[in-house]
T-cell receptor, first 118, second 110 residues
Framework: KAGVTQTPRYLIKTRGQQVTLSCSPI?????VSWYQQTPGQGLQFLFE???????NKGNFPGRFSGRQFSNSRSEMNVSTLELGDSALYLC?????????????????FGPGTRLTVL | QKEVEQNSGPLSVPEGAIASLNCTYS??????FFWYRQYSGKSPELIMS????GDKEDGRFTAQLNKASQYVSLLIRDSQPSDSATYLC??????????FGSGTRLQVQP
């Protein structure tokens, strides 16, 4: 079974620009979560989507947004980029992502998109 | 207090030894617990998941969960140099999001 795929793998942008990152989950997985990883803050939760609905959102400014399509593929967008947005952006998929203590919770990560803001 | 705490290390063990990695969490309603391994420059890779108290073994890896003490650990037997990586403890508290510890860097000396 193919894993989680993310495109592009690397991006270089300048301050003030916007960027869109894409994620395709494992086949059959309906929950897609996004995380930001930086050396200083570690892995932090951005948001989670299930059946095209955002069910949970982390503590990030409104410049960070996302969406999910009917085929479970997801995109996240960052507008008005700042230097501090430079990070590894990770997408993870699970069957249900409910957190109720079953194997359907298990999140599998894609390879990530390395974003550099100059 | 951080929600998920790990010793940042580095934890250095000789090849063939047992590596013991520990994690504590603060939210008592947490239901799902995971260990991920992350090599430098790569994304996290799932090693183990555990949902109920006790031990769960998978090959050289054993996860231990004690909900009363809010403690989860990972034992790696017969450690190999290829096990050298950062190990991330992650907890799902039912909010459909994983909360990660800062990771423990493991170094296995040949």
């Amino acid at each position: 079974k193919a894993g989680v795929t993310q495109t592009p793998r690397y991006l270089i942008k300048t301050r003030g620009q916007q960027v869109t990152l894409s994620c395709s989950p494992i086949s059959g997985h309906r929950s897609v979560s996004w995380y930001q990883q930086t050396p200083g803050q570690g892995l932090q939760f951005l948001f989670e989507y299930f059946s095209e609905t955002q069910r949970n959102k982390g503590n990030f400014p409104g410049r960070f947004s996302g969406r999910q399509f009917s085929n479970s593929r997801s995109e996240m967008n960052v507008s008005t980029l700042e230097l501090g947005d430079s990070a590894l952006y990770l997408c993870a998929s699970s069957k249900t992502g409910t957190g109720v203590g079953s194997s359907t919770d298990t999140q599998y990560f894609g390879p990530g998109t390395r974003l550099t803001v100059l | 207090q951080k929600e998920v705490e790990q010793n940042s290390g580095p934890l250095s063990v000789p090849e063939g030894a047992i590596a013991s990695l520990n994690c504590t969490y603060s939210d008592r309603v947490s239901q799902s617990f995971f260990w991920y391994r992350q090599y430098s420059g790569k994304s996290p890779e799932l090693i183990m998941s555990i949902y109920s108290n006790g031990d769960k073994e998978d090959g050289r890896f054993t996860a231990q969960l004690n909900k009363a003490s809010q403690y989860v650990s990972l034992l790696i037997r017969d450690s190999q140099p290829s096990d050298s990586a950062t190990y991330l403890c992650a907890v799902n508290t039912g909010r459909r999001a994983l909360t990660f510890g800062s990771g423990t860097r493991l170094q296995v000396q040949p």
